[in-house]
């Protein structure tokens, strides 16, 4: 499945589809479900990051509510903590790029 700039499929968190109405689905739907749970668990466990982005229709351009040890990975033009492009990590007052 390709993805266009408007659709951006997240690596790292997951909600679930709607379960099927016929039981005879659920298989299907409950193997599909683990696989996508397994896959971000995956990107988790490797530490693959999202870019983080604006949100649309948002005057944010940074995250809101970041905590001490959070480390994200900035696109470096919607979200820029100060030196362009890259992983940052955040000591609980700046963001320092790593």
Known sequence: MSYGKKDVKSVTRWSP???????????????????????????????RLEK?????GSEVV?????RDGDIRYADGTKWNPGS???IYFFDGTNWTKL
């Open 62 to 66: 940074r995250p809101t509510k970041p």
């Open 17 to 47: 589809n709607p379960a099927p109405a016929e039981l005879e689905q659920l298989t299907d739907y409950l193997f599909n479900e683990l696989n996508r749970l397994s896959d971000i668990l995956f990107n988790i466990d490797v530490m």
């Open 52 to 56: 983080t982005y604006v949100a649309p």
């Open 84 to 86: 362009g492009a890259g």
